[in-house]
């Protein structure tokens, strides 16, 4: 089946300590998403990529980069986490819509929680 | 501007009773209107989607929703609940070639 894959399922970092998300999609679309979800709230849009062009949300910290090498894969690094960016991040994809609405959902996986000590 | 409000954050019903999720959009145009479904600990997962085909959409697991346009509405309805319903539920509407705005979500509680 095709589908939205992350890895780890739950990751573990020390305070300041660089960690790197992993996303991969057998989908084949070109939009990929991060979202950040903190507990009890909606997801919270990080950065998406459309192709290779790379999208960043106004408000997202400096802290969180991302890189897309191929279609399939997107990664997440946040390079130095804080104990504020303890959350679950979910990556989805999507195909880009054609003229002012979009009518094409998106597709998560099944998200990484992140625990920073 | 195009946004989403969820009018309850919580909402318990009895395991076999009618379900009702309320979302109101507010947009300059005919929108594109998802709702999601998210278990604890688990991505999201599309239970259905409108797009302007018809006003009354149905989706997996029982779930059924209907667009109004005169009330800004896309409720989300089931006839009987069940244990596995327990879980957040999220409105969603498009803003256009690739951004889509989250609804606060509604937590939906399912009583033995």
């Known amino acids: 089946d095709a589908m939205v894959i992350q890895n780890p399922r739950y990751q573990v970092t020390q305070f300041g300590k660089p960690v790197t998300l992993s996303c991969s999609q057998t989908?084949?679309?070109?939009?990929m998403y991060w979202y950040q979800q903190k507990s009890s709230q909606a997801p919270k849009l990080l950065f998406h990529?459309?192709?290779?062009?790379?999208?960043n949300e106004a408000d997202t910290p400096d802290n969180f980069q991302s890189r897309r090498p191929n279609t399939s894969f997107c990664f997440l690094d946040i390079r130095s986490p804080g104990l504020g960016d303890a959350a679950m991040y979910l990556c989805?994809?999507?195909?880009?819509?054609?003229?002012?609405?979009?009518?094409?959902?998106?597709?998560f996986g099944p998200g990484t929680r992140l625990t920073v000590l | 501007a195009q946004s989403v409000t969820q009018l309850d954050s919580h909402v318990s019903v009895s395991e076999g009773t009618p379900v009702l999720l309320r979302c109101n959009y507010s947009?300059?145009?005919?929108?594109?209107l998802f709702w999601y479904v998210q278990h604890p600990n688990k991505g999201l997962q599309l239970l259905l989607k409108?797009?302007?085909?018809?006003?009354l959409v149905k989706g997996i697991n029982g779930f059924e929703a209907e667009f109004k346009k005169s009330e800004t509405s896309f409720h989300l309805t089931k006839p009987s609940a069940h244990m596995s319903d327990a879980a957040e539920y999220f409105c969603?509407?498009?803003?256009?070639?690739?951004?889509?705005?989250f609804g606060t979500g509604t937590r939906l509680k399912v009583l033995a």
């Open positions: 947009s300059s145009y005919s929108p594109s």
């Open positions: 969603v509407v498009s803003l256009g070639t690739y951004k889509y705005i």
């Open positions: 989908l084949n679309h070109n939009v």
């Open positions: 989805a994809t999507s195909v880009l819509g054609q003229g002012a609405i979009n009518y094409n959902e998106q597709f």
């Open positions: 409108y797009t302007s085909a018809a006003t």
């Open positions: 990529y459309y192709d290779k062009d790379f999208n």
